[in-house]
């Protein structure tokens, strides 16, 4: 099964922009998993199991490395295609 998440990141602290770009960049280490990224989110693509487990390393990985920040995500079953414009 497939699996499309949207994730934002509120880091809460003044400096915002490095833990945002620290944990994009996190994503890409991911074999399998389709990431993009715009001015407001983050989605990423791939086996469920596969999405899931990374989601929760790396979210727990921002939290110990910067504290407290907010995720919003969003998820729907299936793969979207990421690269849609209208």
């Not at 899931?52 to 910067?66: I, N």
Request: charged share 20%.
């Amino acid at each position: 099964m497939q699996l499309t998440a949207e994730i934002s990141l509120y880091p809460l602290r003044d400096d915002y922009i490095e833990p945002i770009k620290w944990f994009i960049g996190r994503l890409d280490q991911y074999p399998g998993i389709t990431r993009v990224t715009n001015a407001m989110a983050t989605q990423v693509s791939g086996d469920y199991d596969a999405v899931m487990q990374m989601l929760g390393v790396e979210m727990k990985a921002a939290h110990e490395r910067f504290g407290r920040a907010v995720f919003v995500c969003k998820f729907i079953n299936g793969a979207l295609d990421l690269s849609h414009r209208q």
